[in-house]
């Protein structure tokens, strides 16, 4: 029996379309309830505030910051052999909802809890996958 080699790409549910076809634009897209203007994340047939099934998107700023991360250095599966090590983490983004993600485009050594990132797309089949890397301009707060 052969391995599957090639890296899993998102499953796209009714739910979950309109976040995809955003990111393809370069969008980030947070899902916000009509009803009660809670911000959700990550995208789900009814508001986890109010049970309203009455739902739309916002555009993301695609800023925040890390939460908590964790970086892989060894000991994953055989696919991501090849992207060690990487950093997942947790970020807070200025919407006001926790993302999980990964943070690329610099040393794991200078991910920190609190550090300012912004979104950035990386290609993966027909997707493109939002990451985060390093605030370019970091001042999150102005």
């Known amino acids: 029996m052969d391995f599957d080699m090639s890296k899993p790409?998102?499953?796209?549910?009714?739910?979950?379309e309109a976040f995809w076809v955003g990111t393809r634009s370069g969008m980030?897209?947070?899902?916000?309830?009509?009803?009660?203007?809670?911000r959700i994340f990550a995208p789900r047939k009814r508001c986890p505030e109010c049970w309203s099934a009455d739902l739309g998107w916002i555009?993301?700023?695609?800023?925040g910051r890390v939460f908590t991360f964790s970086t892989a250095y060894s000991?994953?599966?055989?696919?991501?052999?090849?992207?060690?090590?990487?950093?997942?983490a947790y970020v807070d983004l200025a919407e006001g909802v926790r993302m999980m993600?990964?943070?690329?485009d610099c040393d794991p050594a200078e991910v920190a809890i609190g550090a300012e990132?912004?979104?950035v797309f990386h290609e993966r089949g027909?997707?493109?996958?939002p990451y985060f890397r390093p605030a370019q301009n970091r001042?999150?707060?102005?």
């Open 59 to 63: 555009e993301s700023a695609g800023r």
């Open 9 to 16: 790409v998102p499953e796209v549910q009714p739910w979950t």
């Open 117 to 119: 990132v912004e979104v």
């Open 126 to 129: 027909d997707f493109q996958l």
């Open 139 to 142: 001042n999150l707060d102005g």
């Open 75 to 88: 000991m994953v599966e055989p696919r991501f052999m090849d992207e060690l090590p990487y950093t997942i």
């Open 28 to 38: 980030l897209l947070i899902q916000v309830c009509r009803k009660c203007e809670a």
């Open 101 to 104: 993600t990964r943070i690329v």
